[in-house]
């Protein structure tokens, strides 16, 4: 495969090289196990709540426990990532998986459980930072959007695996210990991602921050450069130039706009209800009077439409644009989402369960799955981007922290269809404050935004 790229104001030939095809599979390995981990759990629930004899608080707090490590963990991790570099501080989060998984199988009580809950969760935080980082670092400019776009397909295809591996299991006749093969058997492929780690280069760009030159020049020939020399100096240049960049502040009275974006995306892409469905699918489809044997198969469902339309997502985000599609979502998810609290309010058509949830998980997958990420890093200037999308990813992990507590309590106080009900409203919400107020920014230059959103 050849791609011409500009270096230097010239044009050179570049073609995919077998390193740089190997590095961004690795890195990208990490959003399957991302995804994994997010959505095992869901296969759990029922057998955790009789093994430990949990309510509708502490189940939340079960699942809640990881989130709050997700959410310490991508904090942290830019920081970790910049001290030793992207791919060191990819195999600490492979560690942190292979010990909360191993450790979630053998756990010997509640308390030793939620310990090895968070320490996954530290490692999904983590990945979720310094993959996409990782993978942009070795990307050429014009396949960065594709080879970063990998993570976010790893994270969907790890959820299906999560969800078909429960299924699996469950056919096994585990008894009361099926719960430790779910959640253990995630320490195999955790393991295999550890050792290809080593298996991969740092990247140039870090390298040039820690002064080794040479090492980076080297990496560039391996992943392909054309003009090895030249892109290395550029790579220096925009170093030092993001350098003298790092004291702006990101709460300035010129940044409210992306700033309003940034934290209302990342909140709306909770509030549509995803993770809550995706933690809590088998009890949801319990409550409607499924096995456990067959809600698990009907989560299989909602993986692989999941996993479809995120592909779809992909081919339409520069075709009908980022406004349009969060639209098109809104409307779909709140009706999707209305359906479902009717059949819980009415105890009526539980067949239709199955079909609303997959034609739901479409709507999200071709909107917010497909936007959020792209929209962040779109709305903020390169001098305070980094910062605008922790402020965005912040904000969609706290409230995703928020609702997982607080979706059985509300669902066992008041009724299975109260969290549906009040995600439908927010579906509804977020259509008219994306209609109102959300610019669209498909085919507009970065710079070309920045002075539509009023950016100096």
Not at 82 to 102: D, F, H, K, N, P
Not at 332 to 348: D, E, K, P, W
Request: with cysteine; net charge positive; glycine share 10%.
């Amino acid at each position: 495969m050849l791609l011409l790229v500009a270096i230097s104001g010239e044009t050179f030939p570049m073609k995919m090289t077998r390193y740089l095809l190997k590095s961004t599979i690795v890195g990208a390995l990490g959003g399957l196990l991302f995804g994994f981990d997010t959505a095992v759990i869901a296969g759990t629930t029922q057998q955790l709540t009789l093994v430990y004899n949990l309510s509708p608080k502490t189940l939340g707090f079960t699942v809640t426990i990881g989130l709050i490590g997700t959410i310490l963990g991508a904090m942290s991790a830019g920081v970790l990532g910049q001290r030793i570099g992207g791919r060191e501080a990819l195999r600490i989060m492979a560690v942190l998986y292979t010990i909360s998984a191993i450790g979630c199988a053998i756990a010997w009580d509640w308390p030793s459980l939620l310990v090895f809950r968070f320490i996954g969760g530290l490692g999904i935080g983590g990945s979720s930072v310094l993959g996409p980082v990782y993978i942009a670092e070795l990307a050429p400019a014009k396949w960065r959007g594709r080879m970063v776009g990998m993570f976010q397909i790893n994270i969907v295809v790890g959820i299906l695996v999560a969800y078909l591996s429960n299924y699996i299991i469950s056919l096994l006749n585990l008894g009361m210990h099926q719960w430790r093969w779910q959640l253990g058997v995630a320490a195999f492929p955790s393991v295999l991602f550890l050792i290809m780690l080593y298996g991969i280069p740092r990247s140039s760009r870090w390298l040039v921050t820690q002064n080794k030159t040479d090492e980076a020049l080297e990496v560039l020939k391996l992943m392909g450069s054309p003009n090895s020399e030249a892109e290395l100096r550029e790579i220096m240049d925009s170093i030092h130039l993001e350098r003298g960049m790092a004291a702006e502040p990101l709460f300035k009275r010129s940044y409210r706009l992306p700033i309003f974006l940034a934290i209302s995306i990342g909140l709306f892409n909770q509030l549509s209800g995803i993770n809550a469905i995706l933690y809590y699918s088998n009890d949801i489809f319990a409550a409607a009077g499924f096995s456990q044997v067959s809600g698990a198969l009907q989560t299989v469902l909602v993986g692989a439409m999941n996993l479809a339309a995120t592909f779809l997502g992909m081919a339409l985000i520069d075709k009908l644009g980022r406004k349009t599609l969060l639209m098109i979502g809104s409307i779909g998810m709140a009706f999707c989402l209305s359906g479902v609290a009717a059949i819980f309010f009415t105890n009526s058509h539980q067949s239709a369960l199955v079909w609303l949830l997959v034609v739901y998980i479409a709507f999200f997958a071709i909107s917010q799955g497909a936007v959020i990420w792209v929209y962040i890093a779109e709305v903020f200037p390169n001098r305070v981007r980094a910062k605008g999308q922790s402020l965005g990813s912040s904000s969609h992990w706290i409230m995703n922290a928020i609702i997982a507590q607080l979706f059985p309590v509300i669902a066992a106080r008041y009724s299975r269809g109260a969290p549906f009900t009040l995600f439908a409203a927010m579906m509804v919400l977020q259509f008219i404050l994306v209609m109102l107020i959300y610019p669209e920014t498909k085919g507009i230059s970065l710079e070309q935004l920045q002075h539509k959103l009023g950016i100096e």
